[in-house]
């Protein structure tokens, strides 16, 4: 099955915004991630960007990829974008450290190999 090109896009952008997360977590303990703010920040605005592009992916994709826990994603970002004061910063850490490596896992063979001629 053909998929619209911006589904492809919207799962680049789950992507690399996951990947943004990962490398912003990987070498830190959850206190050095809880006292910054900007960390926070920074690790929140990326999980709502997975959020937002899961959002606009096809219904068709979604379904032909049950693989990806798109209700749970769409979830989160719904709670990081309107209940933004009941944010637990140990679920958000759980999140980064151990569903966004599954994620990106499962993320990278849905990204499309680009041809070596266009590559160029």
């Not at 926070?40 to 937002?52: C, P």
Request: a negative charge.
């Amino acid at each position: 099955m053909l998929f619209d090109e911006r589904d492809y896009a919207y799962i680049w952008d789950m992507l690399d915004a996951a990947r943004t997360v990962h490398e912003i977590v990987s070498n830190l303990e959850f206190d050095q991630y809880n006292n910054s703010k900007v960390l926070k920040l920074a690790v929140e605005r990326a999980i709502e960007i997975i959020g937002e592009s899961a959002r606009h992916v096809s219904d068709e994709f979604k379904q032909s990829h049950p693989e990806i826990p798109w209700q749970n994603i769409i979830g989160q970002r719904n709670i990081l974008a309107h209940q933004y004061g009941a944010i637990d910063q140990r679920r958000i850490w759980n999140v980064a450290k151990i569903h966004i490596p599954d994620l990106i896992s499962k993320l990278v063979p849905l990204i499309p190999q680009i041809p070596p001629e266009v590559e160029q």
